[in-house]
């Protein structure tokens, strides 16, 4: 998981490119450049470490472009900096959800008690289907 101090260090080393946004809009569609695309280039980041750099390059390998880059575009919105703004948060789940490492499972045993009450269950099961049978 990313610290909120790497977050805003992440935020200078990201690069920004619009282009007009394409689907529906009217004439907003064919003047404003509302799309926008981030592209962040993970191998030369001064904020992320050396582990975190190979986890994201391993975990994120279908996503990197030839040159090393890591891309996200967005145009849902008509304002380019409500697209910016979705981008950047994109990108910050893409990367906390490629460094998130899950918690070690501890083997535990079953309590005495456990075992016994699911043992006196098992009987009283028994029981009931044994008093539903016909006797001849």
């Known amino acids: 998981m990313l ?5 805003e260090l992440l935020k200078k080393e ?3 490119k619009t282009s007009r946004s394409g689907g529906k809009g009217g ?3 064919n003047k404003v450049e ?22 994201l390059l391993e975990k994120l390998a279908s996503r990197i472009t030839d040159e090393g880059e ?3 575009t967005e145009e849902k919105h008509r304002s380019q900096l ?3 703004m979705e981008v950047m948060e994109k ?3 893409i990367l906390n959800k490629a460094l998130y490492v899950p918690k070690k499972r501890k083997a535990t045993k079953p309590s005495k008690a456990s075992k016994q009450k699911r043992i006196e269950g098992k009987k009283k099961r028994g ?7 016909k006797l001849f």
Do not use: G, M, Y
């Open 3 to 7: 610290a909120t101090a790497q977050i």
């Open 14 to 16: 990201f690069n920004f």
């Open 34 to 55: 509302t799309k926008v695309e981030l592209s962040f280039k993970i191998a030369d980041s001064k904020v992320l470490n050396d582990v975190q750099k190979t986890i």
């Open 70 to 72: 890591l891309k996200v």
């Open 27 to 29: 004439q907003n569609v």
């Open 91 to 93: 990108c910050f789940n």
């Open 127 to 133: 029981e009931v289907k044994q008093n539903r049978r």
């Open 82 to 84: 409500e697209n910016k």
